[in-house]
């Protein structure tokens, strides 16, 4: 009987896995002309470094014929006082629960939507205080609440698809400046809805993808370019923000280069409210010089004819590895703004927006450790 129990408490064991894991990134950041007053900061950035603070769980179970329960908790934070992010969700970057097989996986909760998936292999600066986010902060924030996502890899093409039932219920968090839209709301179907397609190859050189996403309007929703114009109100389930994209990136021994192109289309039903459109174009490089030293690039530029706003950007970054898990970077950027345009450099977490017409240099030194 004891031999009997041991020997299925083995079985159990070795169908499944539980593993912690985290990041813990931070550093001084410099940030010139941060107010109105032209005045610079010296701080620990509240969101970002290299890569954002997160502590996570995640586990699979065996089910046998190749399918596998699957889960992901994952809780970003900020270091630099000990705050949770994305609205102050206790599992604000992810949380979901599926079923993986050989046809794919279906999962359930809050998760990125098919934007982030497909932008990961061509961008290669990534979730960083000065990349892409700091001229379209949904990119590095790409989630939706109450989504279903389905993702299926076949050699080297990737397609997904995802449907959110309500986007957003604890705004700012997830989706800056762009409000709340919790969605479900009886009588209006399509209220708060996100939904999402993505399809990419990668082979062993390189890599082409293309996105596509639509957020509906709702109750408290708003569409923020982060330009220093005031954000577009979507109030009806009829006001459309959609982002296409494109991108590819091509390696050649231990250098990477890539580029891509972000649109973005705002459409209300109101005519008392504008529509809006704007492109955000980026090419990158990555080399790893040493074992332990990855130096990287990006330079970025957007136009948004219908604010009249645009702005160019560049950031190089170089990362020192101290082992497999901790390293030191040390990066700098600096974003040049249009007559009318206030773009910040720094994705760090607010409070450094600048004049409309005035450029900004960041510079940053920091540390992260994973685990």
């Not at 989504?147 to 995802?162: P, W």
Request: aromatic share 10%; with cysteine; hydrophobic share 40%.
């Amino acid at each position: 009987m004891c031999s009997a129990l041991s020997a299925a408490s083995t079985a159990a064991v070795a169908q499944t896995s539980v593993t912690l894991y985290g990041v813990i990134d931070t550093g001084i950041e410099y940030v010139s002309h941060a107010n109105a007053a032209g005045d610079h900061v010296l701080r620990m950035p509240g969101v970002t470094g290299e890569l954002p603070s997160r502590w996570g769980v995640r586990g699979t179970e065996d089910l046998g014929s190749g399918y596998s329960a699957v889960f992901t908790l994952e809780s970003g934070f900020n270091v630099r006082a000990g705050d949770s992010g994305q609205g102050g969700r206790l599992f604000g970057r992810q949380a979901f629960v599926g079923i993986k097989g050989p046809q794919g996986t279906l999962a359930f909760g809050r998760q990125y939507t098919m934007t982030y998936l497909a932008l990961a292999g061509a961008d290669l600066i990534g979730p960083d205080i000065y990349g892409l986010g700091s001229l379209d902060a949904y990119v590095p924030n790409a989630r939706a609440d109450n989504s279903v996502t389905y993702v299926n890899t076949l050699h080297n093409l990737t397609l997904g698809a995802g449907y959110s039932f309500g986007r957003d219920a604890a705004g700012t968090g997830n989706s800056p400046g762009a409000g709340t839209c919790a969605g479900s709301l009886p009588g209006a179907a399509t209220a708060c809805r996100d939904w999402s397609v993505m399809g990419k190859y990668d082979a062993a050189s390189f890599g082409v993808a293309a996105s596509y996403e639509e957020q509906r309007g709702g109750p408290n929703a708003a569409a923020n370019f982060f330009d220093g114009v005031a954000p577009t109100v979507l109030a009806s389930s009829s006001d459309k923000d959609a982002r296409a994209h494109i991108s590819a990136y091509a390696k050649f021994g231990d250098a990477k280069i890539s580029a891509g192109w972000l649109n973005r289309r705002v459409d209300t039903e109101s005519a008392a409210v504008a529509d809006v459109r704007s492109n955000l174009f980026f090419i990158g490089a990555s080399y790893l010089a040493t074992p332990a030293l990855l130096v990287d690039g990006e330079a970025y530029r957007i136009i948004n004819k219908d604010h009249d706003t645009r702005a160019a950007m560049g950031t190089l970054r170089g990362t020192y590895f101290l082992s497999k898990r901790t390293a030191l970077y040390a990066q700098g950027s600096y974003l040049a703004n249009s007559a009318k345009a206030r773009y910040s450099v720094s994705g760090g977490g607010g409070g450094t927006t600048p004049v409309a017409g005035t450029g900004q240099a960041g510079i940053m030194l920091g540390m992260r450790h994973m685990f």
